[in-house]
């Protein structure tokens, strides 16, 4: 049996069902952030920090986040900038200082997205001014910040944030995509 030629983009995720979450109330909360239920983004908080093991889908998720914030709440494409840290030339004050010209100068029509992926890679220089930049335009500015290590990560910033673990996911959260990619190539009488 050959597997389908676009497997990648056929099981990509395209809804939060499509990832396996640690906890299922995580899961609703997150939901309820997208949605606005929650009041997010308010009450110190406009960050979402997903933390979890390499492979979890933290990455994954942070993608796919501002689509499903902007569709939830009745708008379109997401306006949003993806930076992927490093530890050598993308990780400091410069990086900070550009993030922070993008923050001002967003419009109060709508959301903004900053998605740092791998935010513990950050100077520590970076880190202590994180979370000056989050304040500025905190009612259109969304953060979305990944980790493998939330104590890398600064309190304050922590504390601008609901942190959502994808770390060790249970296999039964995993068993809804193995069934349909298993239905999907004719391996129906798996139980």
Not at 4 to 31: G, M, Q, R, S, V
Not at 120 to 138: C, H, P, Q, Y
């Amino acid at each position: 049996m050959e597997l389908n030629e676009n497997f990648d983009a056929t099981y990509a995720p395209k809804t939060l069902n499509d990832i396996a979450f640690t906890h299922n109330e995580e899961k609703h909360d997150l939901h309820n952030h997208i949605t606005g239920r929650s009041g997010f983004p308010s009450n110190g908080k406009n960050g979402i920090l997903l933390v979890g093991d390499t492979g979890s889908g933290k990455s994954t998720l942070a993608k796919m986040l501002p689509d499903l914030f902007e569709n939830a709440r009745g708008g379109s494409d997401a306006d949003y900038n993806y930076l992927q840290i490093t530890t050598g030339a993308n990780s400091g004050v410069k990086l900070l200082g550009t993030i922070e010209k993008q923050v001002e100068l967003v419009s109060f029509q709508h959301f903004h997205y900053i998605i740092l992926d791998e935010v513990d890679l950050m100077s520590s220089t970076a880190r202590d001014k994180l979370k000056s930049v989050m304040n500025i335009g905190f009612k259109n500015v969304i953060f979305i910040m990944t980790t493998n290590d939330v104590n890398k990560v600064l309190k304050p910033v922590v504390n601008r944030c609901h942190v959502i673990w994808l770390d060790h996911a249970p296999a039964n959260a995993w068993l809804p995509l193995y069934r349909r990619i298993l239905h999907d190539h004719g391996i129906t009488h798996i139980d």
